[in-house]
């Protein structure tokens, strides 16, 4: 079992930046790659960005290129996602999830998953 907490969510006008944050407890850290997915009001959970164990490799849904960063500390068991330029589409419930194999784009594949955070953009 992986236990994963968010925190970092809230309000923020359009334009603005969010910083999340994933804490991980239970099992190895390092063997899981690592992913944020959201889900909006009315939508589908859907991919947002990954990072492989080691940090070498990243991956972002076109939506969120250039303007959201994702980066892990496996030393303390934690993925943060830095949110700049935000918009109002990005208005969603933000997850952090933990997979151990497979497509870090399929929101399916992943093996656990975190209570989610409210991140809200306004106009």
């Known amino acids: 079992q992986v236990q994963l907490v968010e925190s970092g969510g809230g309000l923020v006008q359009a334009g603005g930046s969010l910083r999340l944050s994933c804490a991980a407890s239970?099992?190895?850290?390092?063997?899981?790659?690592m992913g944020w997915l959201r889900r909006a009001p009315g939508k589908e959970r859907e991919f947002v960005a990954a990072?492989?164990?080691?940090?070498?490799?990243?991956y972002y849904v076109d939506s969120v290129k250039g303007r959201f960063t994702i980066s892990r500390h496996n030393a303390n068991n934690t993925v943060n996602l830095q949110m700049d330029s935000l918009k109002p589409e990005d208005t969603a419930v933000y997850y952090c999830?933990?997979?151990?194999?497979?497509?870090?784009?399929?929101?399916?594949?992943?093996?656990?998953w975190g209570q989610g955070t409210q991140v809200t953009v306004s106009s």
């Open positions: 239970g099992r190895t850290f390092s063997n899981y790659h």
């Open positions: 999830a933990a997979l151990s194999s497979g497509n870090p784009r399929k929101p399916y594949e992943y093996d656990y």
């Open positions: 990072i492989n164990w080691s940090g070498d490799n990243t």
